[in-house]
């Protein structure tokens, strides 16, 4: 059994020794433990750094990709390479490398296939009040659309088996905490949380340049998860609203045009056509983003077929 640990870099020549210095080079239930670097672009030193401080595997990005890309080069790099489980973590050293034992432990039993390590949010100092309910929020998101229990869908502290790993398919360039969990759950892989711990803070998070950023952000990823995973349930929704919207103003000018006073209340009429025509278009939307959905799995799993009839070479 071999375990890759994937460390997506963006500039970390000052936080990349601190975060390898406490990485482990041996874990129960492994006879192979590696480690990976993912170099996105960086202009200071952080590949060389990598090799110099003993990483086994470094891949580097002429230009800056973003963290979402990053993560799926990891992916495919850690698959070449014959890996049986994935740790992903960060270069900052955020997450506690000691947790990783805990982290795989799940897959390691068969328990599960994606493990998410959940961040201790509510004690976390350094987050502020309305960052801790948007990490909530997303998480909430996360979990009516994947049908999962993730506490933390926004850490990227995670373990992957092989096999979930050759399902993941990421096309948010900014992130892929979201994306990736709603995937497994609606490939019916098992994801499960483990409580896991966090270190001082040793720089600002890349990711969150500002709050109004990221309340922007997470709110357009979140619509955006509900529209790509779960079209029919959204726009069913939102097109009853609507109608029902319609059918009352419709109604409203019923009541009044049996009491004489029709005339004064046309506007009703025409608002309640337009929602009405509104709603039924969210309904169509909804079907077409159905089948579109049907079909995207439909790649994936022609995606996931293509890797295994190609095996990498242990």
């Known amino acids: 059994m071999k375990l890759i640990i994937q460390i997506p870099c963006l500039n970390e020549s000052e936080t990349l020794a601190i975060t390898l210095d406490t990485l482990p080079r041996e874990v129960d239930g492994f006879n192979a433990v590696e480690w990976l670097v993912i170099d996105d672009?960086?202009?200071?030193n952080t590949a060389q750094l990598a090799k110099e401080l003993g990483v086994d595997h470094v891949i580097r990005h002429p230009v800056n990709r973003g963290l979402a890309t990053a993560f799926m080069s990891g992916l495919d790099a850690c698959l070449s390479l014959g890996a049986?489980?994935?740790v992903n973590?960060?270069?900052?050293?955020?997450?506690?490398s000691a947790d990783i034992p805990r982290l795989v432990a799940p897959i390691i039993e068969g328990k599960a296939d994606m493990v998410i390590g959940a961040r201790p949010i509510d004690d976390t100092e350094h987050f502020s009040w309305l960052k801790k309910k948007l990490q909530?929020?997303?998480s909430w998101a996360v979990r009516i659309a994947s049908k999962t229990d993730v506490a933390?869908?926004?850490?990227?502290?995670?373990?992957?088996?092989r096999d979930a790993a050759l399902r993941i398919n990421v096309f948010n360039v900014y992130t892929y905490t979201l994306e990736t969990i709603i995937q497994a759950g609606q490939s019916n892989l098992r994801v499960v949380s483990v409580p896991v711990?966090?270190?001082?803070?040793?720089?600002?998070?890349?990711?969150?340049?500002?709050i109004p950023s990221y309340v922007k952000r997470s709110l357009l990823t979140i619509v955006r998860v509900f529209i790509t995973y779960r079209p029919l349930a959204l726009f069913f929704y939102a097109g009853t609203i609507i109608?029902?919207?319609?059918?009352v103003l419709g109604l409203r000018f019923l009541y009044f045009y049996l009491h004489g006073d029709g005339g004064g209340h046309v506007q009703s009429v025409v608002f309640s056509s337009l929602f009405i025509m509104i709603g039924g278009l969210l309904y169509m939307m909804g079907l077409i983003g159905d089948l579109i959905a049907t079909n995207r799995k439909l790649l994936e799993r022609i995606i996931v077929h293509l890797r295994k009839l190609n095996p990498p070479e242990r």
Do not use: C, H, M, W
């Open 136 to 138: 909530r929020l997303g």
């Open 89 to 96: 973590t960060d270069a900052d050293n955020q997450y506690e």
């Open 197 to 210: 711990r966090t270190n001082a803070d040793l720089r600002p998070s890349r990711l969150v340049k500002s």
């Open 243 to 247: 109608t029902l919207t319609g059918i």
């Open 84 to 86: 049986d489980v994935i």
């Open 152 to 161: 933390d869908a926004p850490s990227g502290f995670r373990a992957i088996s």
């Open 41 to 44: 672009g960086s202009t200071d």
